[in-house]
């Protein structure tokens, strides 16, 4: 194999995150009403975001072999144009690992987790109404956040390790000639994501099982692949090669969870993996589900239904328990991806398809391309770069 | 200590034991020392923590040898053996 190996670092500390961050959010019951609550962010809040900038510091310019979390974060408010006494979002500050700075914006929306947990607090109080609508901005502050309650330092005692990403190095361009683009655009900054032929269909034949019982439940599961570095442009993408379903889920109308058994079985499956020199880089990059219910409860489709090209009204959408999940499942890594499964008024099928982007698991396009033709490419130049294995069992 | 038929009995709940905790996509994991009285829920959520995970979501902890989730509200030291690997498992679903 060639290729450098990514390092790996002992670290009994990370590099540490910027607190305080300078941003809180303020909460009102009404758009021009007072505060009605207020929080300082706090870093973890920002986990998510921080995570984002090292990608597109340092992977998304192809420095894969460094830990992403040896890169210093920074973070600034970031205000309205014509206000300039209105903060609107933040940016986050980053060096790749040549020195050249890169700078990431990110809008206040991405802060949504903490105006919900905010948002909570007031409903338990009696303040906010379960279901009630509320209205939140971010806002700058010298305040520090709480700090939460945790037992005694001297009870637990943490180790660990950070490493580089593991990934294939292949020719980008050859790919993208070969693939059908799926609601891309051009203009789009992110790194390209290609789904195989087969993975694809894989996941929606799965996911629209669920469909053929009465009543209709979710089923799901997740995509699995791996990272690609292009040797010529530099440019990391990523490869979906596998739809694994979701078994012993419980699957219900409006719902799936993995259990135990679940969550077993697909560790058991990318332990060996990854124990395999052919797949050693593969990871879990995000999940898909379907969506079997029709959009409004069932409502019937609108009056421009008979001439409309589109139908608007779908349920392939991200609820807030799919963001919640992907947000705990994928916590750090902003290359996760989701694929939802939906119905539009008129019964039809249609999907979407999400990426990280600015924070928030955002719509996204994706490039579909035959298995075989992906095999033919890749195994022109293989090449796997992985991280050192460490005693703990290894990163991924 | 218990002293039983001149058979010295540690108990399950004193003492430190090792740990290897790992979040469910691999791509982190932690070596723990941790007291073995604490109990399960704490070290979930003091693993979450330092795994920068959402403080808003409940966690669970599963060991990799029985597949089984751990007893929340029972200590470490009752229910897994020193060395023992778990995954942190957000109680969370899809919907």
């Given at each position: 194999m060639s290729g450098s190996n990514p390092t790996t670092a002992e670290t009994s500390l990370s590099v540490p995150l910027p607190e305080p961050t300078g941003l809180a959010i303020e909460l009102r019951l009404s758009a021009q009403g007072p505060v009605a609550a207020?929080?300082?962010?706090?870093?973890?809040?920002?986990?998510?975001?921080?995570?984002?900038?090292?990608?597109?510091?340092?992977?998304?310019?192809?420095?894969?072999?460094?830990?992403?979390?040896?890169?210093?974060?920074?973070?600034?408010?970031?205000?309205?144009?014509?206000?300039?006494?209105?903060?609107?979002?933040?940016?986050?500050?980053?060096?790749?690992?040549?020195?050249?700075?890169?700078?990431?914006?990110?809008?206040?929306?991405?802060l949504e987790p903490v105006a919900s947990r905010m948002a909570a607090r007031l409903i338990k109080d009696g303040t906010l109404q379960a279901g009630e609508s509320y209205f939140y901005s971010i806002t700058t502050t010298n305040d520090l956040p709480k700090t939460p309650d945790e037992p005694k330092a001297s009870q637990i005692q943490f180790s660990s390790r950070s490493s580089g990403l593991s990934h294939v190095i292949c020719e980008l361009a050859p790919l993208l000639e070969q693939a059908r683009s799926v609601d891309h655009r051009e203009n789009d900054p992110r790194h390209p994501v290609i789904y195989t032929k087969e993975a694809r269909q894989s996941a929606e034949r799965i996911a629209r099982k669920g469909g053929d019982v009465r009543p209709p439940v979710e089923k799901g599961g997740v995509l699995i692949g791996y990272f690609g570095l292009c040797p010529v442009s530099r440019r990391i993408f990523v490869v979906v090669t596998d739809a694994l379903e979701a078994t012993d889920a419980a699957e219900k109308e409006f719902s799936l969870s993995f259990s135990s058994r679940t969550w077993a079985r697909i560790q058991g499956i990318m332990n060996a993996r990854r124990e395999d020199p052919l797949t050693a880089a593969h990871r879990l990059l995000g999940q898909f589900h379907s969506h079997p219910f029709l959009p409004d409860n069932g409502a019937p489709p609108c009056e421009a239904c008979a001439t409309a090209k589109v139908c608007g009204r779908n349920t392939a959408f991200l609820s807030a328990a799919d963001h919640l999940w992907c947000r705990a499942v994928f916590a750090g890594q902003p290359w996760q991806i989701g694929h939802v499964f939906g119905l539009n008024a008129r019964g039809d099928d249609t999907e979407a398809?999400?990426?990280?982007?600015?924070?928030?698991?955002?719509?996204?396009?994706y490039h579909v391309i035959s298995g075989s033709a992906l095999s033919e490419i890749t195994m022109k130049s293989p090449s796997v770069s992985l991280p050192e294995s460490d005693s703990t069992g290894g990163p991924a | 200590?218990?002293?039983?038929?001149?058979?010295?009995?540690?108990?399950?709940?004193?003492?430190?034991?090792?740990?290897?905790?790992?979040?469910?996509?691999?791509?982190?994991?932690?070596?723990?020392?941790?007291?073995?009285?604490?109990?399960?829920?704490?070290?979930?959520?003091?693993?979450?923590?330092?795994?920068?995970?959402?403080?808003?979501?409940?966690?669970?902890?599963?060991?990799?040898?029985?597949?089984?989730?751990?007893?929340?509200?029972?200590?470490?030291?009752?229910?897994?053996?020193?060395?023992?690997?778990?995954?942190?498992?957000?109680?969370?679903h899809l919907g």
């Open positions: 207020r929080e300082t962010v706090a870093a973890g809040d920002l986990g998510d975001a921080f995570a984002e900038a090292r990608w597109r510091t340092g992977a998304c310019r192809g420095f894969l072999d460094t830990p992403p979390e040896e890169l210093g974060v920074k973070v600034s408010p970031s205000f309205h144009s014509d206000d300039p006494k209105r903060c609107v979002g933040f940016r986050i500050h980053s060096q790749d690992p040549s020195g050249s700075p890169c700078s990431s914006p990110f809008d206040f929306d991405c398809f999400f990426g990280q982007f600015r924070g928030r698991l955002r719509p996204r396009g | 200590m218990v002293r039983k038929n001149e058979t010295i009995v540690e108990s399950a709940s004193e003492g430190t034991m090792h740990l290897v905790a790992g979040n469910v996509t691999g791509t982190q994991t932690l070596g723990v020392k941790v007291d073995r009285s604490v109990s399960v829920e704490s070290l979930a959520r003091s693993v979450a923590s330092r795994m920068a995970l959402p403080g808003n979501v409940e966690w669970a902890l599963r060991d990799e040898r029985s597949s089984a989730y751990l007893r929340d509200g029972e200590s470490i030291g009752t229910q897994l053996e020193p060395g023992a690997r778990v995954t942190l498992t957000p109680k969370t």
